[in-house]
């Protein structure tokens, strides 16, 4: 059984301003848990499109009841693949997310869809929905409802980190410092695991923006 969500939320910046933004989203004060970030493919669609696939390093703090499912080295870390399609005539960018670490106890998929706000051209809407499901006999509720809080909550990070690098681009004083964010030594440990995982990520099925 997967458990689905969807909210939308609005960012008082244009659409053209909201996918460069995208791009430099990390590091940012509201994003600790982002080691590294590298792309894997990028092209332009005969459309026009820019279609690319990132493998993002996250750190993973499982709770202890989670632990005893995760090898050692896993339970720390996790590794995202984002896939991303931006069409600069209908003026949408697509992303969608889904971890390739720890699936077996939990899988995450997150599709978000920006799109200039129908009552103010001058915001960007953005709709996210997620799937969350769990294979873990006898604790998939538990699982399903632990990933769903922890979504929510990384939502509110999220947000906060694009008003960040948008108020940074447009000149002004962010709310906080990157002296904030993590630090070199995380970044470093999380650079000679991430090399394994690019192979996974190059090879992981293609997901549909439908």
């Not at 689905?4 to 600790?32: E, H, I, M």
């Not at 050692?72 to 590794?79: L, P, R």
């Not at 695991?193 to 997901?207: F, I, V």
């Amino acid at each position: 059984m997967v458990k689905y969500y969807c909210c939308t939320g609005l960012l008082k910046s244009t659409w053209d301003q909201v996918c460069s933004a995208f791009w430099q989203r990390y590091p940012n004060p509201y994003s600790n848990h982002v080691l590294t970030e590298d792309i894997i493919f990028r092209e332009v669609s005969p459309t026009n499109c820019l279609i690319s696939r990132r493998l993002l390093t996250k750190t993973s703090r499982s709770p202890r009841w989670m632990e005893r499912y995760l090898p050692k080295h896993m339970a720390s870390s996790a590794y995202i693949i984002e896939d991303s399609i931006v069409d600069p005539q209908k003026r949408t960018m697509t992303t969608l997310t889904w971890n390739i670490s720890h699936a077996r106890l939990m899988s995450v998929e997150e599709r978000c869809v920006y799109q200039t706000n129908p009552e103010n051209g001058s915001w960007t809407e953005i709709k996210r929905e997620a799937w969350i499901s769990s294979n873990v006999y006898g604790l998939t509720r538990a699982v399903q409802e632990f990933g769903l809080a922890r979504f929510k909550s990384s939502i509110t990070k999220t947000m906060k980190g694009f008003e960040y690098v948008l108020a940074r681009m447009q000149g002004e004083m962010p709310s906080r410092t990157l002296a904030e964010t993590a630090t070199e030594r995380a970044r470093e440990t999380a650079l000679a695991a991430k090399e394994k995982a690019k192979d996974l990520a190059s090879h992981a099925q293609k997901k549909q923006y439908v």
